[in-house]
């Protein structure tokens, strides 16, 4: 049996405790090579939409979606002008954490695009009917 990836466990970090390093280096590597290296926060608030990609993926039983998340400036937010929110397929999935969001901000205004795309694995407990789902991207923040 294929092990759970192990940012569930992340992913219920995030829902019940505060906000951590979110940068970590995986024993299991995803099959695509790319270091998923990044938590995005937030999921918890977008079980929703991250249920949908799932549905639309058909991916109940594999336990992982890869993709491209957009990371796109959210100016107009009202609790952090620097916002950054996480996209994947038009779907909002999370936040890049509030610590790093002006760092990540900087970064997509350097690129001269209104958004930054990045590798995104979207990972959840197949054995469940209420599966945490954790959202992890390949980004590292100048």
């Known amino acids: 049996m294929k092990a759970r990836p192990d940012f569930i466990r992340q992913a219920a970090d995030s829902i019940h405790g505060p906000e951590g390093v979110v940068s970590s280096s995986s024993s299991e590597s995803a099959p695509d090579g790319v270091d998923y290296n990044y938590d995005v926060v937030g999921e918890s608030f977008q079980r929703d939409h991250l249920m949908a990609l799932v549905r639309s993926h058909n991916a109940f039983s594999i336990g992982e979606i890869y993709g491209i998340a957009i990371l796109e400036p959210e100016p107009t937010n009202e609790f952090d002008p ?39 694995r979207i990972g959840f407990d197949t054995d469940s009917p209420q599966p945490l789902i954790g959202v992890r991207i390949a980004l590292t923040v100048e």
């Open 82 to 120: 620097t916002a950054v929110k996480v996209l994947v397929e038009g779907i909002q999935v999370g936040y890049i954490p509030k610590f790093d969001s002006p760092a990540v901000t900087e970064m997509v205004k350097k690129s001269g695009k209104s958004v930054y795309e990045v590798p995104v």
